[in-house]
């Protein structure tokens, strides 16, 4: 079961059903199945005490994956910061919905057992976050409208 809350802030405007099949089908070409995921989409001053408290890292980011996965089913709770995904988006240029897909898909793949911590791994992800994303019908309609 995929949940969707908000601490702080406005619910995105998030297709649930949607983002709930293509997560499934994301996971599934891991040979994973979807257990008890659940989205916390908080603001930076929210992202920055969870991970100070439980990270123990004194900074912003745009997401926090805390992975509870057994075997083949993936868990997690998934903290995802609208304000760091806005400013991102405008960093590299992209639209608001397609950085926040790709933050969205990033915390799966984590969950998949994909890092992005050592050396070449940065690389991988962001492999898995293309081949992950062409899968999305909204984010491949987005990039041929840009």
Known sequence: MITYNTDGVKMPKIKKRENTAWVKAV??????????????????????????????????????????????VISGDLFISLDTVRTNAEQVGAAYEQELDRVIIHGILHLCGINDKGPGERAVMEAAENRALALRPSFAQGQKQD
């Open 27 to 72: 996971a599934a070409g891991y040979g994973k199945k979807v257990g008890e995921i659940a989205y916390i989409f908080v603001d930076d001053e929210k992202i920055l005490e969870v991970n100070r408290q439980y990270l123990q890292h004194d900074y912003y980011t745009d997401i926090i994956t805390f992975d509870y996965t057994e075997g083949d």
